[in-house]
T-cell receptor, first 120, second 114 residues
Framework: NAGVMQNPRHLVRRRGQEARLRCSPM?????VYWYRQLPEEGLKFMVY????????ESGMPKERFSAEFPKEGPSILRIQQVVRGDSAAYFC??????????????????FGPGTRLTVL | AQSVAQPEDQVNVAEGNPLTVKCTYS??????LFWYVQYPNRGLQFLLK??????LVKGSYGFEAEFNKSQTSFHLKKPSALVSDSALYFC????????????FGQGTTLQVKP
């Protein structure tokens, strides 16, 4: 069972370009979370999606950022008109369920290797 | 609002010595706590979690953590450190909503010297 996959692993964009980051969750997982890690900082929650639905986007910047998780295919985090401040590592995590089920690993989030975005 | 604090940016320990990486939390309701490890240019790997039950939680690679409700702490420990344990460690608490999102501490760099 492959883990969470993210691509590309490294992405370089010039200011004003668009960045598309892809995340394929673990097989059977329908809950996807995106986190951002700015240099010298911890991870910050961005958005939580469940197949075809955005459940919580409270951590997403209001402009230029969007996310989707279509019925078929990977989850996409899209950043339009990138700026230097968008340079960061973007991590995706997936889980089987969102709620706590004591005694099981169902709610555990498995992380992908991340996409490191550099904006020139 | 839920929050997590890791008071030390870096912890240095000699190989073979015990190590402790500190974490304190603030939650409303039951705390669901996690430790993750990040090696350079890699994603996060799950180490252990506290949901309910015994205060001493055992996890991967010989790590354990002690949940202390009165001190609102969840310190990560290992009896004998290895050089290969050198990495960035994150404590996290589950958000109080039902979404499952995690709130992370700033991270603590563990440096184990031979």
């Amino acid at each position: 069972n492959a883990g969470v996959m993210q691509n590309p692993r490294h992405l370089v964009r010039r200011r004003g370009q668009e960045a598309r980051l892809r995340c394929s969750p673990m097989k059977g997982h329908s809950h996807v979370y995106w986190y951002r890690q700015l240099p010298e900082e911890g991870l910050k929650f961005m958005v939580y999606l469940q197949k075809e639905n955005i459940i919580d986007e409270s951590g997403m910047p209001k402009e230029r950022f969007s996310a989707e998780f279509p019925k078929e295919g990977p989850s996409i985090l899209r950043i339009q008109q990138v700026v230097r401040g968008d340079s960061a590592a973007y991590f995706c995590a997936s889980s089987l369920v969102a709620g706590i089920v004591p005694g099981t690993d169902y709610n555990e989030q498995f992380f992908g290797p991340g996409t490191r975005l550099t904006v020139l | 609002a839920q929050s997590v604090a890791q008071p030390e940016d870096q912890v240095n320990v000699a190989e073979g010595n015990p190590l402790t990486v500190k974490c304190t939390y603030s939650v409303s309701g039951n705390p669901y706590l996690f430790w993750y490890v990040q090696y350079p240019n890699r994603g996060l790997q799950f180490l252990l979690k506290y949901i309910t039950g015994d205060n001493l939680v055992k996890g991967s690679y010989g790590f354990e953590a002690e949940f202390n409700k009165s001190q609102t702490s969840f310190h990560l420990k290992k009896p004998s450190a290895l050089v290969s344990d050198s990495a960035l460690y994150f404590c996290a608490v589950r958000d109080g909503s039902n979404t499952g999102k995690l709130i992370f501490g700033q991270g603590t760099t563990l440096q184990v010297k031979p």
